[in-house]
């Protein structure tokens, strides 16, 4: 009987050491599935907030891009007179449309490139370029609460083309500006 009784306080004592063990992984695998739950709560608040974004813009204003870092409005309808950075009155409504996506990420940095053609000289090109987004930049400081700090403008010229400046349709393509909003905060 002894020996049975030394047996089963043993087999007993294996068997709360396995429980707490056990009970360790449960709460370890709870933590995990709260967090991933979190996660994927986040992800898909941010997918509902980028498919909005998508929905704001028609084809002939904008494509919307995400690339895991970064959304990028990459504006097609938003266009300048030949040689210039003003921005003309008929943009205002397209631009409205930008602020709002700017404003669904209130705290994140934004990135206005400014692109040309390959047509004319590329320093030239250049510092169009870099006019024109500083114009969409200005634009937007004025209209929305935003930090200066917050908004970067660049001016890229010829220099990153989406489509070949060989057609008038590429260069079209190519003359744009891009707004990158970094989701990395």
């Known amino acids: 009987i002894l020996a049975r009784i030394t047996k089963m306080q043993e087999e007993n004592q294996r068997l709360l050491a396995e429980n707490e063990k056990l009970q360790e992984e449960y709460s370890i695998q709870k933590e995990k599935a709260i967090t991933s739950g979190a996660e994927l709560e986040k992800k898909q608040e941010l997918e509902a907030k980028i498919e909005k974004i998508k929905t704001m813009f028609n084809l002939n204003e904008a494509k919307v891009l995400y690339d895991g870092e970064n959304l ?78 917050q908004v970067t403008a660049i001016g890229y010229g010829d220099t990153k083309p989406v489509a070949s400046n060989k057609t008038s349709e590429g260069r079209e393509l190519n003359r744009r500006i891009d707004i990158v909003i970094s989701l990395e905060n």
């Open 72 to 149: 990028i409005i990459r504006l097609y309808g938003l266009n300048f007179q030949s040689g210039k950075s003003v921005i003309l009155p008929e943009y205002f409504s397209l631009l409205k449309k930008v602020q709002e996506s700017i404003l669904t990420f209130p705290e994140n940095h934004i990135l206005l490139e400014g692109h040309t053609d390959s047509r004319g000289v590329p320093s030239r090109n250049k510092r169009l370029s870099e006019d024109r987004a500083k114009a969409v930049r200005e634009y937007i400081l004025a209209n929305i609460e935003i930090s200066r700090e």
